[in-house]
Each structure stands twice: as C-alpha cells, then as structure tokens.
C-alpha cells in the first residue's frame, strides 16, 4: 500500500488538477500529511534495505538530474533533447541498471525552470528520485514509463514540501 | 497539434521502438533516448507543431521500455502506443513542468493494457468474485 500511495501520487495530482483544482501551499501541507499518515500506518513496504545502495542511486540520479537540467535551460537544448542527450551518454558509461538510474535523474532534470527557480529544488528532488527509486524497486516492474512516474512522484513531493506547491 | 498526426507518429515509433528492442542489442535506455533525440531533432524543422509531436514520439519511447513480459508481440505495442498518444495529446495541460510527466502518461498506457488483461478472468461470462 505504501509503495503503491507513493507511485500513485502523480496520477492524484494529475486527476486533481483535471478537476480544476489547484494545489496552493495549504493543500500542499495537507497532501503531504496524508502521504506521511500512509507511510507511517504502512511502513513496511516502504523500507530501504541496503542505505549504501540506495546513497549511490541518489547521486547518481542526482548527477542526471543536474546535468539535463542546465543542458536544458542554460544551453537552450530543451527538456527532450537535454534528457535524450545524458541518457545516451549515460549508456556509453554506466552499467545498465546505472543506465536506469541516470536516466530516471534525467526525467527530474526535464523540470521547468518555472517549477525549479533554484538549483537546491533540483538537487532534492534528484536526491529524492535515487531513493525513491530503491524504494519502489519492486513496483510495476517491466512496467515502460516506470522511470517517468518514479520521477514525477519524487518532483512532486520537493514541490509540496518545499515549493509552495502546484500554483 | 492534430490528433491524427500525433497518432500516427506515436504508432511509428512504437513500432521502431519494438523492433530495436527485439532485434538489437541496444538497452531499454539507449532505445528510448535515440527515438527521443531523433523526434527532438527532426520534427521541430519538419512541423510547425514539431515539439508537441516530439513530446508524442518521446512518451511512446518510454512505453517502448517495457519488458518483453508485458508487450511481447508488435500489436500490443502498437495499442499502447495509440493509448499512450491520445493520453498525451488530451493530457496537455496536466502536470505541466513537472519532470516526469510523459512517463507517467506512458506508465497509465501501458498499465491501461496489461493490468486488465492480467486479469481476464474477472471480466469473462459467469465468473463470480
């Protein structure tokens, strides 16, 4: 359930926003309560096994994130060219499941820079990302978009937490 | 941005999508950045609506990521990329700016496919639950 909640998030987000309502910095707090209440009432699934395993995913989803990012807004190359651009160098260098690691961070990276005004929001939520992605490691698995929904969920929660929310 | 269009260029590159990831090498990663790249490149220069196209053609690559378990054949990659391409189409306004979003529109596609089929058995004549 909790590993679920914490993947489901984009999509309550997205059927809410679609209902007309915006996310403002009270809902935010509500949101992230809720999201608290469940991991809390269910930890178990939401356990890290192996902290080491899941500091080296952070910084490296970190890595992704940060270098898509600046690709994208201060070389102009937009999202999709900046996140396609680390990835493929991502599978010259790293083993396949860094592969999938960095180019989870890349997904972050495709942020706006409306959503992200500083560098800081972008490093949590690719630090977040890393661990999310050991959390969730047995979620939809073979499941294509896996890696975008694992991104949007840690996004999200550096938005509502630290962002003032979806507004 | 018509609908057609971003149907028919999400179908092509399900299409290529499946057939590197069957008959390549290449991983999952390296597959979906080079579609990505490729539209990202190419049908900005090509269309005027060219980078909402490429956001079609990128979500498709990540629906291309699946495992072989859950779209084995060509036909089932083909639906989901249509799925996949209505939903980013109809979905243009949700979750702007947040990263991720695309792959979230594939996820829901492909789960749209695979989560009834898993269970089948609920859905056929005379099946109590």
Redesign the interface.
């Known amino acids: 359930m909790c590993r679920h909640a914490l993947i489901l998030l ?2 309550v ?2 059927t809410l ?2 209902a007309g309502y915006l996310i403002g910095r009270t809902s935010s707090v509500v949101l992230l309560a809720l999201l608290a209440f469940i991991i809390v009432l269910a930890p178990k699934g939401c356990r890290l096994g192996d902290w080491k395993k899941a500091l080296r995913s952070a910084l490296i989803c970190l890595v992704g ?1 940060l270098a898509s990012f600046l690709l994208a807004n201060n070389l102009d190359l ?4 900046a ?3 680390v ?2 160098l ?2 010259v260098v790293l083993k ?1 499941k860094d ?2 690691v ?2 989870l961070g890349t ?6 820079a ?2 992200f005004p500083t560098l800081s929001l972008v490093v949590l ?1 690719g630090l977040t990302g890393g661990i999310l992605w050991e959390m969730l490691s047995e979620t ?17 929660i550096v ?1 509502l937490a630290f962002g003032g929310g ?1 507004q | 941005m018509t609908l057609i269009l971003s149907i028919v260029l999400g179908l092509l590159t399900g299409f290529f999508g499946h057939t590197l990831r069957q008959r390549t090498q290449l991983s999952t990663v390296a597959v979906s950045s080079l579609l990505t790249l490729l539209a990202a490149l190419a049908l900005p220069r090509i269309f005027t609506d060219g980078n909402q196209y490429a956001l079609v053609c990128a979500a498709v690559s990540y629906v291309t990521m699946s495992s072989t378990e859950r779209l084995a054949k060509v036909w089932e990659t083909l639906t989901v990329s249509l799925f996949c391409s209505v939903l980013v189409y109809y979905g243009q306004d949700v979750l702007m700016g947040i990263g991720g979003r695309l792959g979230t529109f594939a996820a829901l596609a492909v789960l749209a496919f695979t989560v009834p089929r898993a269970h089948r058995k609920l859905f056929k004549k005379g099946v109590r639950t």
């Open positions: 984009p999509l987000v997205a926003e679609l994130a937009g999202p999709l060219m996140s396609a651009v990835g493929l991502g599978t396949e592969q999938l960095v180019y997904f972050i990276g495709m942020s706006s409306l959503r939520a939809w698995n073979g499941v294509g978009g896996r890696l975008g929904t694992v991104a949007a969920t840690a996004v999200l938005l979806l």
